[in-house]
């Protein structure tokens, strides 16, 4: 069972490394045979003993047999994200046997670690060695658990430290820590870092419990002061104590982090001193470079490779059963509208529409929106009942975003709930089993990498600058991108996470979102970091996406209508008709209900009636008459009754659509037309020729005279009306015909290269007759839909009038393509 595990394991990472997501989306696998009764997704036994495996039959020299007469140490008073880490890397290296964990779940003595402090652990130490004192032979090795993690098996950390000659060999650093004053008293070194480090060290017994008994020492007083006292007087030439001055063994970060980098080598992930061009075997995250050692514990002790992916992913996984929903834990839903947010039907169908029984989730909504709240209304009254239990805070409430947030975490204890999802109006889920899979991934706090679409703005950040706001990892884009896959380990997170209700229900690890003059997301980080609390993101499969809500504007008329720039994946799903793509099919025969008139599928019946809305609820039709204020010179020729763009703010909007939608269109179907001249604009020609302009050589205004005396009249004479100007479109308007206004518009060329027209509502139900009558061809169109859009050349050749309305309201929204 195990070999197959391993081989299932090893084919999910590779094809999710590789993009293929859809296998996994539903569940990651069951990796259990039938007869097994576990609910874990992974021994964690048998997965180490894999990586265990595969490690010495990559690097023989980290995984050669543990020795049985070497004492590692550490001390540690509690199971913190960071010592769980520290101890993963422990049993990737396979000697947890050799490991002795000091004053774990005993009260910590040893004073705030933040500043001066620390003697505790030498006196834990002591006592540990007791035994020790005369043994010559015994090496012991000492770190801290917290923030450090080991890159090697002990075999190649004994053999580098016994190529090294010495007794006793503490780890160095650039900064003279506690007592800078003490400086001037270290030796001069030619090369390499020139302190004392006391998180880690190594030698033979007796002689560290020599250098520990030295003298006494305080609990809350500083060890690191403690052993640089014995390393700078005589008991340094004693018992021979050297300094790791060019990370042989031992790393320190802080000071050092731009010396290091990571090399991706024989299927794993190494560390790299540049500086002195060493593989350190220890890695540790002191002082405040706790931050870069989570980006590199991402990748190291077998955590990430290329080939593989995330290997660390499957680890203290479980498996939800689908089939039994009644065990799955209970989880508090926690819904945050603290803004005007585009597109927040979509959001909310997200939300609802996830793969986990709604009879073990309980729902807590706050919206701070008076905009919002008939719609969050009708999502608690259809959806909300569906739900084990739902709280609504509105906005008449006049409860702020910190308070709410507060009261949602109560709700989530009061109700006994094993997780607590907090997810932002702006977080749209789009794979329904998001939080299955949260729940499955065991972790305190992890959120789902949601992107902006075609942006890289997304809900996490890979590193922070000392003030705590945003700097860019070295592997954010490679996330972001999804060109690597993996759970990462990150200083930043918001808009969308799982919390463990048990961190919520312990005072000192309960989420803060009220932090000196911070906003509740950078709030919520920063106290996840001060308590040393990992935050976790995870991009195994594609999750979602957040909206922009930047440009929502709730005072026009269906704003979601307006988001074409800033939220175009959103829009198009919205607004786009379903078989648009279908257009390009290249064995699709395009429909010409008159010659060279097509007729396309490009927007919804949603669109067409949202944007009735938007003219219905500005108003301000023109009269129909000749004369138009909104025009150039006050006169319209072929006057209708319509309400151009530009009087709705929706000019810009329309522009774009007709650019990214119609002129893909009218590209397929007029071969050869194009509207820009990228010759004068960007310098590129579509279909180059040896030539010179008659700019060049001063004939320009020449030509165009030569045109408009000799040429237009023979254009003229042949395609009646038709005059060419840049591409553009000026005129872009709805129009309506009703048998009491304006039922019909008299026979006229278009002021354009090509016209598009495209039906806002229904023959037969919205209007009777209609049409438009092309009238060289004697051919009309009348059974129009919605949505579709009639394409047609505007001058020359399709001389047309629109067919009289004999009873309802007709509308057509027109734009005229390069007057």
């Known amino acids: 069972m195990y070999r197959s595990r391993n081989i299932l394991l090893i084919g999910i990472l590779i094809l999710q490394y590789v993009g293929v997501d859809a296998l996994i989306k539903e569940h990651y696998i069951n990796l259990r045979d039938d007869n097994e009764s576990a609910t874990c997704a992974g021994d964690s036994t048998n997965i180490f003993k894999q990586i265990i495996d595969k490690c010495c039959k990559t690097n023989i020299k980290s995984c050669d047999k543990n020795p049985k007469d070497v004492l590692v140490l550490t001390v540690a008073s509690n199971e913190t994200d960071g010592y769980k880490r520290f101890l993963r890397s422990v049993e990737v290296y396979g000697f947890r046997d050799n490991l002795k964990v000091l004053g774990l779940g005993e009260p910590w003595l040893g004073g705030n670690m933040k500043s001066v402090g620390g003697g505790y652990k030498v006196n834990l130490l002591k006592e540990a060695l007791a035994n020790y004192q005369n043994d010559n032979q015994t090496i012991v090795i000492f770190t801290d658990s917290y923030d450090v993690i080991y890159l090697s098996g002990l075999a190649e950390i004994v053999n580098r430290f016994k190529s090294m000659n010495t007794r006793v060999l503490f780890a160095a650093e650039g900064n003279c820590w506690?007592?800078?004053?003490?400086?001037?008293?270290?030796?001069?070194?030619?090369?390499?870092?020139?302190?004392?480090?006391?998180?880690?060290?190594?030698?033979?017994?007796?002689?560290?419990?020599?250098?520990?008994?030295?003298?006494?020492?305080?609990?809350?007083?500083?060890?690191?002061?403690?052993?640089?006292?014995?390393?700078?007087?005589?008991?340094?030439?004693?018992?021979?104590?050297?300094?790791?001055?060019?990370?042989?063994?031992?790393?320190?970060?802080?000071?050092?982090?731009?010396?290091?980098?990571?090399?991706?080598?024989?299927?794993?992930?190494?560390?790299?001193?540049?500086?002195?061009n060493t593989e350190p075997l220890i890695l540790h995250g002191n002082g405040n470079s706790k931050l870069s050692l989570n980006s590199l514990g991402n990748y190291l002790a077998q955590a990430w490779s290329p080939e593989e992916g995330c290997i660390m992913c499957w680890e203290g996984t479980i498996e939800l059963d689908k089939t039994s929903p009644e065990s799955y834990p209970i989880i508090l839903i926690a819904i945050f509208i603290e803004q005007p947010t585009p597109f927040l039907n979509e959001f909310l169908t997200t939300v609802s529409q996830q793969a986990y029984p709604k009879s073990?989730?309980?729902?807590?909504?706050?919206?701070?929106?008076?905009?919002?709240?008939?719609?969050?209304?009708?999502?608690?009254?259809?959806?909300?009942?569906?739900?084990?239990?739902?709280?609504?805070?509105?906005?008449?409430?006049n409860i702020n975003e910190v308070n709410a947030r507060n009261l949602a975490m109560d709700y989530c204890l009061l109700k006994e709930c094993s997780g607590y999802f907090s997810i932002d109006s702006i977080s749209h889920l789009n794979n329904q089993y998001t939080l299955k899979l949260l729940v499955e991934q065991q972790r305190g706090i992890i959120a789902p990498l949601l992107v902006r679409p075609y942006k890289m703005?997304?809900?996490?950040?890979?590193?922070?600058?000392?003030?705590?706001?945003?700097?860019?990892?070295f592997d954010y884009m490679e996330i972001v991108k999804n060109e690597r896959r993996g759970l990462w380990n990150v200083p930043f997170i918001?808009?969308?996470?799982?919390?463990?209700?048990?961190?919520?229900?312990?005072?000192?690890?309960?989420?803060?979102?009220?932090?000196?003059d911070l906003d509740t997301d950078m709030a919520f980080a920063y106290a996840n970091r001060e308590r040393s609390i990992f935050m976790y993101v995870s991009n195994r499969v594609d999750f979602g996406h957040l909206v922009n809500p930047d440009s929502y504007d709730i005072t026009v008329t269906?704003?979601?209508?307006?988001?074409?720039?800033?939220?175009?994946?959103?829009?198009?799903?919205?607004?786009?008709?379903?078989?648009?793509?279908?257009?390009?099919?290249?064995?699709?025969?395009?429909?010409?209900?008159?010659?060279?008139?097509?007729?396309?599928?490009?927007?919804?019946?949603?669109?067409?009636?949202?944007?009735?809305?938007?003219?219905?609820?500005?108003?301000?039709?023109?009269?129909?008459?000749?004369?138009?204020?909104?025009?150039?010179?006050?006169?319209?020729?072929?006057?209708?009754?319509?309400?151009?763009?530009?009087?709705?703010?929706?000019?810009?909007?329309?522009?774009?659509?007709?650019?990214?939608?119609?002129?893909?269109?009218?590209?397929?179907?007029?071969?050869?037309?194009?509207?820009?001249?990228?010759?004068?604009?960007?310098?590129?020609?579509?279909?180059?020729?040896?030539?010179?302009?008659?700019?060049?050589?001063?004939?320009?205004?020449?030509?165009?005279?030569f045109l408009y005396e000799y040429v237009s009249p023979l254009q003229e004479q042949i395609f009646?009306?038709?005059?060419?100007?840049?591409?553009?479109?000026?005129?872009?308007?709805?129009?309506?015909?009703?048998?009491?206004?304006?039922?019909?518009?008299?026979?006229?060329?278009?002021?354009?290269?090509?016209?598009?027209?495209?039906?806002?509502?229904?023959?037969?139900?919205?209007?009777?007759?209609?049409?438009?009558?092309?009238?060289?061809?004697?051919?009309?169109?009348?059974?129009?839909?919605?949505?579709?859009?009639?394409?047609?050349?505007?001058?020359?050749?399709?001389?047309?009038?629109?067919?009289?309305?004999?009873?309802?309201?007709?509308?057509?929204?027109?734009?005229?393509v390069d007057p």
Not at 654 to 679: C, M, N, S, T
Request: charged share 25%; net charge neutral; with cysteine.
């Open 494 to 516: 918001s808009n969308c996470y799982l919390v463990n209700a048990t961190l919520i229900s312990n005072k000192n690890t309960r989420p803060s979102y009220s932090e000196a």
């Open 720 to 816: 009646v009306g038709y005059n060419t100007s840049p591409p553009r479109a000026l005129m872009n308007f709805v129009v309506r015909y009703r048998p009491d206004e304006q039922p019909l518009l008299k026979p006229h060329h278009d002021s354009s290269t090509y016209t598009i027209n495209i039906a806002l509502n229904r023959r037969g139900v919205d209007y009777e007759g209609g049409g438009c009558r092309f009238i060289r061809y004697n051919c009309s169109v009348t059974d129009t839909k919605p949505g579709w859009m009639l394409m047609h050349p505007g001058r020359l050749t399709h001389y047309h009038e629109g067919l009289r309305v004999t009873s309802g309201t007709r509308y057509i929204m027109i734009s005229f």
């Open 457 to 473: 703005w997304s809900n996490f950040w890979g590193a922070i600058m000392d003030d705590g706001f945003y700097a860019r990892s």
């Open 360 to 397: 073990r989730l309980h729902l807590f909504v706050h919206n701070k929106e008076k905009y919002h709240q008939d719609v969050v209304n009708s999502f608690m009254k259809t959806v909300g009942r569906e739900y084990r239990s739902s709280k609504q805070i509105s906005a008449n409430d």
């Open 558 to 705: 269906h704003p979601d209508l307006y988001q074409i720039f800033d939220n175009k994946l959103n829009w198009e799903r919205k607004y786009i008709h379903e078989n648009y793509s279908e257009n390009f099919n290249p064995n699709r025969t395009q429909i010409q209900p008159c010659p060279d008139v097509y007729w396309f599928p490009i927007v919804n019946e949603k669109f067409t009636s949202d944007l009735i809305d938007v003219m219905e609820s500005y108003g301000k039709w023109s009269d129909g008459s000749n004369n138009d204020p909104r025009l150039t010179g006050g006169y319209e020729n072929v006057p209708t009754r319509d309400i151009h763009m530009t009087q709705v703010k929706f000019e810009p909007q329309w522009l774009y659509f007709l650019k990214e939608y119609v002129r893909p269109l009218q590209e397929l179907v007029f071969i050869g037309y194009f509207h820009d001249d990228p010759r004068i604009e960007g310098g590129y020609e579509a279909v180059p020729t040896r030539d010179i302009h008659m700019k060049q050589v001063g004939l320009h205004e020449s030509w165009l005279n």
């Open 178 to 276: 506690p007592d800078k004053w003490l400086a001037s008293k270290y030796p001069r070194t030619t090369q390499g870092k020139r302190f004392l480090n006391s998180g880690g060290f190594i030698g033979y017994a007796s002689d560290i419990y020599a250098v520990l008994t030295y003298a006494p020492i305080e609990n809350t007083a500083d060890d690191q002061l403690f052993y640089t006292w014995a390393y700078l007087d005589e008991e340094k030439e004693r018992h021979n104590i050297m300094l790791d001055h060019k990370s042989v063994i031992f790393q320190n970060l802080y000071g050092a982090v731009a010396d290091v980098e990571l090399k991706f080598e024989g299927g794993k992930a190494s560390l790299l001193n540049t500086v002195y």
